[in-house]
């Protein structure tokens, strides 16, 4: 046993390499330009564009707003204003060393959306960023207009050994200060049913603020502090309609458990998309946008204007015309 932990070390001192530079990272080259806001503690990078109803979108463990290159576009198309935001502790948002517990990060997002004067938003959740969602639907429920969590790990997940591993003292910390790239591809090609569309530029964007010096103290703090199984019992509180969208071919957080999901949600449609994996975002962009689209339009017309200015909205739930029921096949 003594042996694994050594061997994930040298391995890890092996794959070091130079990142891209900060003028080469996303949004370089898009119709998008990031900006910093100090929310509360925290610098906060993000992106603001479009007009409409506000979709706040927000990444999972180890990724960052680049997670979303491939949806955001298609939203404000479609009439929507996005922001994304890296989440605290993650791509060029601060690093501190503490801060980083469910509460904590429900706190950052109704902070950021106080800042950007958004008395609420739909919440779009990856990961542990739908963990975040829910946490923020049940702490501030007249804030949130809807949630879509997307491979949402609120009911847990399985962790590769390294994250196991870097909760040990001494040998976590020594493990994570010898970050490389080639873990990085091999975690991200992870989240795909298909590794080989993983291009060497998606390494190198997920890899660049993995390189930074504070991202092993930051990322010792996530994992030490953030509950990946938060939402276990308490998903009743959500009263939020919410469209669940799963990969299939999950190996992080299995199907079964989106569909458990769903089940204890009381508004709530659950779709699934084939021959995609973790990151279903990433990997099959086409099929998620047209759902996300589709329940940006069907769903929220029925849904109160302004959930801030309405005190008793939950109340009148019944009279809102939504899914209620677990929905599959995905429908044309």
């Not at 050594?6 to 330009?33: D, H, N, S, V």
């Not at 009911?155 to 590769?160: F, S």
């Not at 998903?235 to 079964?256: C, K, N, S």
């Not at 009279?319 to 209620?324: E, G, K």
């Amino acid at each position: 046993m003594r042996r694994l932990p050594l061997a994930l070390f040298a391995t890890l001192a092996a794959c070091r390499a130079a990142p891209i530079p900060e003028g080469e990272r996303f949004p370089a080259g898009t119709q998008f330009t990031a900006r910093f806001l100090q929310v509360g503690d925290t610098k906060v990078r993000y992106i603001d564009a479009g007009e409409g109803t506000a979709v706040i979108f927000i990444h999972g463990l180890g990724a960052s707003l680049y997670t979303w290159r491939k949806n955001l576009a298609p939203v404000i198309a479609a009439g929507f204003r996005v922001v994304a935001f890296d989440n605290r502790g993650f791509g060029s948002s601060g690093k501190p060393a503490h801060g980083y517990t469910n509460a904590a990060y429900a706190r950052l997002v109704a902070a950021l959306m106080d800042s950007l004067h958004l008395p609420d938003a739909v919440l779009v959740g990856h990961s542990m960023g739908g963990e975040i969602a829910g946490e923020v639907a049940i702490a501030f429920p007249h804030r949130v207009r809807a949630l879509v969590l997307i491979g949402a790990v609120g009911l847990g997940t399985r962790e590769p050994l390294l994250f196991r591993v870097a909760r040990w003292p001494v040998v976590g910390p020594a493990i994570l200060a010898f970050r490389g790239r080639g873990f990085v591809a091999r975690l991200l090609k992870s989240t795909y049913a298909d590794a080989n569309k993983v291009s060497e530029a998606d390494v190198d964007q997920y890899y660049a603020p993995v390189a930074e010096p504070d991202y092993g103290r930051a990322l010792r703090g996530v994992l030490r502090e953030f509950r990946l199984d938060g939402l276990a019992g308490r998903l009743d509180a959500i009263q939020a309609p919410t469209l669940v969208l799963w990969g299939e071919a999950d190996r992080w957080v299995p199907i079964a458990r989106g569909r458990a999901l769903a089940a204890q949600l009381e508004r709530s449609a659950f779709l699934s998309v084939p021959h995609a994996g973790h990151s279903v975002q990433e990997e099959a962009p086409g099929e998620v946008n047209r759902l996300l689209i589709k329940f940006l339009k069907q769903g929220l017309p029925r849904v109160p204007e302004n959930l801030a200015s309405v005190t008793d909205w939950r109340g009148r739930r019944r009279s809102i015309d939504f899914i209620n029921r677990m929905v599959e096949p995905i429908a044309p």
